[in-house]
């Protein structure tokens, strides 16, 4: 069973600006794990701001591998949570957009300061 959706949706509800975290590698192969991509998703669905911390200096590289992300491609050890999952998003497409800007957000803002 999992209880993550709804802590999200308590979090949210206790306390709206939660943020809610998620640390990557610099690869970014955390975001194609199926269930990673369901906590995206709660965070999206309950309004709550989410930080995708990634430690690079390469920020072209990380922005080429962001162009790559494809919730189609989530992986699962289970494919039946995959596809349950990959069906509670609407729209893919946009979904993969909010993502690819979750990320690449911080790493702007940090280029932008030096």
């Keep these: 069973?999992?209880?993550?959706?709804?802590?999200?949706q308590i979090l949210s509800k206790m306390q709206p600006d939660y943020p809610h975290g998620i640390a990557c590698d610099v690869n970014l192969n955390l975001l194609g794990r199926i269930w990673v991509v369901a906590e995206v998703k709660e965070a999206f669905d309950t309004q709550l701001p989410l930080r995708v911390m990634v430690h690079t200096v390469d920020i072209q590289k990380l922005?080429?591998?962001?162009?790559?992300?494809?919730?189609e491609d989530a992986r699962a050890t289970v494919e039946e949570d995959r596809q349950l999952i990959l069906s509670s998003i609407q729209d893919t497409a946009l979904f993969d957009q909010k993502v690819r800007f979750a990320v690449m957000r911080p790493a702007y803002a940090l280029f932008l300061e030096n």
């Design 63 to 71: 922005e080429r591998r962001t162009q790559d992300l494809k919730v």
């Design 1 to 8: 069973m999992n209880k993550f959706p709804d802590m999200l």
